[in-house]
């Protein structure tokens, strides 16, 4: 009995082996997902540019990590130019907070956008962050859009 089991390890080394073999296979060819999901309960802080702030989610994909944003609104064809700030704004926290991005995704109810985070949208998002804490915006005309608006003490009309 006892040498039939001692037969059997090398089988069951050599199965365990092969199994381990085809799991990083599939990885490899992407047929089973490696992404791993985070929800983000706490806000995160990204010191280069004085931001705070909450991605819905951090997936990450192999050795990258992808804010996502999720909008309960349609997107109208198009990523709407503040939405993509905002995901500017986490693609920066969260590589300062976890590791390497390569991009971050806007998920609207009808499409998803895929937004780069490469040296351009750096530089953008960081002109932006400069102006508004300059104070060179401009208000709006539209006093409904003020109503709910988080900027609204600092242009004085509040």
Not at 58 to 70: A, I, S, W
Not at 116 to 138: A, H, Q, T
Request: glycine share 8%; net charge positive; proline share 3%.
């Amino acid at each position: 009995m006892v040498y039939s089991l001692i037969l059997l390890l090398p089988l069951a080394s050599a199965a365990l082996g092969i199994s381990l073999l085809v799991i990083w296979l599939l990885f490899r060819l992407k047929l089973v997902s490696q992404d791993m999901v985070m929800r983000t309960g706490v806000p995160y802080y990204a010191e280069s540019a004085g931001l705070v702030g909450r991605p819905d989610e951090v997936v990450r994909r192999g050795m990258y990590f992808v804010p996502v944003e999720h909008k309960s609104s349609a997107s109208g064809g198009k990523a709407r130019e503040w939405d993509v700030a905002q995901l500017l704004a986490y693609c920066l926290i969260v590589e300062e907070n976890f590791g390497n991005v390569a991009s971050g995704e806007l998920v609207y109810r009808d499409s998803t956008f895929v937004i780069p985070w490469n040296k351009d949208n750096r530089k953008y998002l960081m002109s932006l962050v400069s102006s508004m804490r300059g104070g060179s915006s401009s208000k709006t005309n539209k006093l409904w859009k003020c109503r709910n608006c988080e900027f609204r003490r600092y242009c004085g009309r509040d």
